[in-house]
């Protein structure tokens, strides 16, 4: 074993502290609100007892976004909230600013690129989901195409304070219920048996796997025009 002596520093791995991403006003003034209010839907105003102010502007998202939407919501934060976003757990995004005159030019930014501001107070915030196909491996369904339907039919909702009291949604893909608890949580079923595309099947699924996630074993394997596929049991499966 070397006895040379060691220079470097190690670097560990692991997350950051979240500390390093909260917005400086809201790092100084941690802990220490006097009190909020909600000036119009999906705008908050938080005051510090030191007299620091800060607006918050939110909004709904598509909740799977690509890179180039990430990049569109970094640059409205460049421009308005001094870089600093952040996601919550019913997937909306919230810019926070100390500079009241943000907030309208923020608003009609978010709105031209399609991202409805609201989610606040006495609404229909969006769904709180699960990852579905993205991450997880036991879906049938997928909660995130589900959410988007949900979302695009409570539209109004989100973006008015109209309803008598706030209203949480969540959705999961199985009863499991990793979407959480709220006001109304939807499991997503499927009421028939799943029609298989032979054609796609082969290539993008791991079909030992697919055979071993059924229940009631009612996927099976098979061959078709001499590749390998699956075939569903309908007399068995339980949907
Ligand atoms: S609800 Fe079930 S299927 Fe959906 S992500 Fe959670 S564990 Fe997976
Ligand atoms: S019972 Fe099996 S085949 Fe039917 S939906 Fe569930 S996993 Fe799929």
Same mark, same amino acid.
């Given at each position: 074993m070397s006895s040379q002596e060691r220079t470097w520093k190690t670097i560990e791995s692991g997350p950051h502290t979240y500390e390093e991403a909260l917005h400086p006003v809201v790092r !100084?003034?941690?802990?220490?609100? !006097?009190?909020?209010? &909600?000036? !119009? @839907?999906? $705008?908050? +105003?938080h005051v510090a007892e030191s007299g620091d102010t800060i607006w918050t502007v939110?909004?709904?998202? @598509?909740?799977? %976004?690509? &890179?180039? !939407? *990430?990049r569109l919501l970094c640059d409205v934060a460049d421009k308005y909230s001094d870089g600093f976003l952040r996601f919550t757990v019913r997937n909306n995004v919230e810019f926070l600013t100390p500079n009241g005159e943000n907030v309208e030019p923020m608003i009609a930014e978010?709105?031209?690129?399609?991202?409805?501001?609201?989610?606040?107070?006495?609404? $229909?915030?969006? *769904?709180?989901?699960?990852?579905?196909?993205?991450?997880? %491996? &036991? @879906?049938?369904?997928?909660?995130?195409? *589900? *959410? +988007?339907?949900m979302m695009d039919t409570v539209y109004n909702e989100f973006k008015d304070m109209q309803m008598p009291n706030k209203v949480r949604l969540s959705t999961s893909c199985c009863s499991i219920n990793c979407g959480g608890q709220a006001d109304i949580a939807v499991v997503v079923k499927h009421t028939r048996p799943p029609r298989i595309n032979h054609e796609h099947l082969v290539k993008t699924c791991e079909l030992p796997k697919a055979v071993a996630r059924c229940p009631v074993a009612a996927i099976r394997p098979t061959v078709v025009d001499g590749k390998k596929s699956l075939m569903v049991d309908e007399a068995k499966c339980i949907c």
């Open positions: !100084k003034n941690y802990g220490k609100w !006097k009190y909020h209010e &909600i000036p !119009k @839907p999906g $705008v908050l +105003k939110r909004a709904g998202t @598509p909740r799977q %976004d690509t &890179i180039d !939407k *990430v978010l709105e031209s690129l399609g991202f409805p501001v609201g989610g606040t107070g006495m609404c $229909v915030s969006a *769904v709180s989901h699960t990852q579905g196909w993205l991450h997880c %491996d &036991i @879906p049938a369904t997928d909660a995130s195409g *589900v *959410v +988007k339907s």
